[in-house]
């Protein structure tokens, strides 16, 4: 079993920046790499970025590619994903997600566990 828990989401302006954390336990904390999604009102939830357990190998979705960055410090179990440049189309609940070797690491399928949400505003 894995237990994630995201924070930081909140109201922010256009151009504005946010840092989600995704704090996991329950095992070993490098063994699986951890996806964020997003899921806006009345859309499907969507692939933001992927880290692999050691933290080497980060992928993005091409609408945040220079402007989110995501990273894991596995010393103290929480990947986090820096969001600069916010625009109101990030608008979403933001969820991370942790798999043991993802296949296909933009399908939520992929992934075993969830965390509960955190709400992103940007407003214009």
């Known amino acids: 079993q894995v237990q994630l828990v995201e924070s930081g989401g909140g109201l922010v302006q256009t151009g504005g920046s946010l840092r989600l954390s995704c704090a996991g336990s329950?095992?070993?904390?490098?063994?699986?790499?951890v996806g964020w999604f997003r899921q806006a009102p009345g859309k499907e939830r969507e692939f933001v970025a992927r880290i692999s357990g050691s933290g080497r190998i980060t992928y993005y979705t091409n609408s945040v590619k220079g402007r989110f960055t995501i990273s894991r410090d596995n010393d103290k179990n929480t990947v986090y994903l820096q969001m600069n440049s916010l625009k109101p189309e990030d608008t979403a609940v933001y969820y991370c997600a942790a798999d043991f070797g993802a296949v296909d690491r933009g399908n939520s399928a992929s992934y075993d566990y969830w965390g509960q949400g955190t709400q992103v505003t940007v407003s214009s």
């Open positions: 329950g095992r070993t904390f490098n063994s699986y790499g």
